[in-house]
């Protein structure tokens, strides 16, 4: 399978720890992008890489989320000191060209 | 921001034809309009995206106005997999704003 892989797919954490998340993107797109998703809403846009660099940080990615993508390829999304509303599941995609996105079965985050 | 409308829901028979309205009053003229849905548990996928002709791909029909301020998404053959939330998004660069999008239930 070349899609977007996502590890792992389920966390579950108690509040306070931090959790990282990986995405390996298909491997011929230079751009790579995070969304989260909660119950009964469609997906936000958090954040974009072009190559290694991250263009643009949603307001909603507080001090405590981080993301990388060293190299230009697989990217992680760190979360410090989770908390209960952080419970969500983040969706990576990448693309070639910026609105034709190729999307991970995302990260469910459950934060008790 | 271009902003879309969609209808909350919307049934659909198996083998029968979807059509999925999606109002996008305020778009520019050189701005495209993409589809993408949501299978329950499941990234989104691209389905389909145009400017002002009509495009047709092996999942979709996209039927624009000649206005452009509305486009009809279309399963021609509706199955059961076909269910799933359908987000008309409008334009704001790479960062998908999807909405609340239509829920689409094909039944047997």
């Known amino acids: 399978d070349t899609g977007v892989s996502q590890d792992p797919r389920h966390k579950i954490t108690k509040r306070g720890q931090n959790v990282t998340f990986r995405c390996d993107p298909i491997s011929e797109h230079n751009r790579l992008y995070w969304y989260r998703q909660t119950l009964g809403q469609g997906p936000e846009f958090l954040t974009y890489?072009?190559?290694?660099?991250?263009?643009?940080k949603s307001r909603l990615l507080s001090d405590r989320f981080s993301a990388e993508r060293p190299k230009g390829s697989f990217s992680t999304l760190e979360i410090q000191r989770t908390e209960q509303g952080d419970s969500a599941m983040y969706l990576c995609a990448s693309s070639r060209r910026p609105r034709e996105q190729y999307f991970g079965p995302g990260t469910r985050l459950t934060v008790t | 921001d271009a902003k879309t409308t969609q209808p909350t829901s919307m049934d659909c028979a198996e083998g029968r034809a979807a059509n999925l309205p999606c109002n996008h009053s305020?778009?520019?003229?050189?701005?495209?309009v993409y589809w993408y849905r949501q299978i329950h548990s499941q990234g989104p996928q691209y389905i389909i995206h145009?400017?002002?002709n009509n495009e047709t791909n092996e999942m979709a029909s996209l039927i624009i106005t000649e206005d452009r301020k509305s486009s009809t998404l279309i399963l021609p053959h509706a199955t059961l997999r076909d269910t799933a939330v359908y987000y008309c998004?409008?334009?704001?660069?790479?960062?998908?704003?999807f909405g609340a999008g239509t829920t689409v239930t094909v039944r047997a």
């Open positions: 145009g400017l002002k």
């Open positions: 998004i409008g334009p704001n660069d790479y960062k998908l704003s």
């Open positions: 305020t778009i520019s003229g050189n701005e495209y």
């Open positions: 890489f072009q190559n290694e660099a991250q263009l643009e």
